[in-house]
């Protein structure tokens, strides 16, 4: 099995996880919410250095590719960047929502859906839908949550497992005994069997010309200073 190192920045709450077997996840994660650019490179060294290898022993850098944080996304495409080409490595790309629905459903097996969702500020969420072997059914979107919101699923007594940051904004304005609550978040773990079998039939992502999946453009405000 390949060393990979995966590397999570697509939330509030950074990680990174070192993956040498099946068995063995070594993963660290921030401790305060937003200090992808001031952390990621010491939770790096701390999981290395607790895997007892060095950078040059790995055998590729796996990516969160987003949906997710336009400022934290690209903290971690920078950083995953800078290793491979430094060491050259190979880059895995591996996409936010689905590594949050197939952690989902190797945790909580037999919902007939798997809803992860990520926080886009307000009553918005970048989301997907997924079927009961974590299939994808649909394409990754921004989807702006309210009381209709999956009523097409819920109300034919389809059950709906929701999970990631912005899973609680469904149960603030939909009332369904269909809809269930996951307490799996994001996380660089979650990307280990996603990304391993992207090594073993060697997709790899194109250095140069890749970028993150933003979705939407950044919330930039603009200075009220007169200048």
């Known amino acids: 099995m390949a060393t990979i190192l995966s590397i999570e920045t697509s939330t509030e709450i950074c990680s990174v996880c070192v993956s040498k077997s099946k068995s063995s996840n070594i993963v660290f994660s921030a401790e305060k919410v937003f200090a992808h650019a001031s952390k990621i490179t010491l939770l790096i060294q701390s999981a290395l250095e607790k895997a007892q290898i060095k950078m040059k022993d790995l055998d590729a850098i796996a990516l969160s590719a987003g949906p997710g944080s336009y400022t934290g996304l690209r903290v971690g495409s920078s950083t995953a960047k800078g290793i491979c080409f430094a060491l050259d490595k190979p880059l895995i790309v591996v996409d936010t929502l689905e590594s949050i629905a197939l952690a989902s459903q190797k945790a909580n097996p037999g919902y007939d859906y798997y809803c992860p969702m990520i926080d886009a500020r307000r009553m918005e969420v970048y989301t997907a839908l997924f079927d009961s072997n974590a299939k994808r059914i649909e394409e990754d979107k921004p989807l702006i949550i309210t009381a209709d919101s999956f009523k097409e699923f819920l109300s034919k007594g389809k059950r709906i497992l929701f999970s990631g940051n912005g899973a609680p904004k469904i149960f603030d304005v939909v009332v369904s005994e269909n809809a269930t609550l996951s307490s799996v978040q994001c996380s660089a773990e979650h990307?280990?069997?996603?990304?391993?079998?992207?090594?073993?039939?060697?997709?790899?992502?194109?250095?140069?010309?890749?970028?993150?999946?933003?979705?939407k453009a950044p919330n930039i405000t603009k200075s009220k200073k007169v200048l």
Do not use: G, H, M, V
């Open 191 to 215: 990307l280990t069997s996603l990304a391993e079998q992207a090594y073993e039939n060697k997709r790899f992502a194109d250095i140069a010309y890749f970028s993150p999946s933003y979705l």
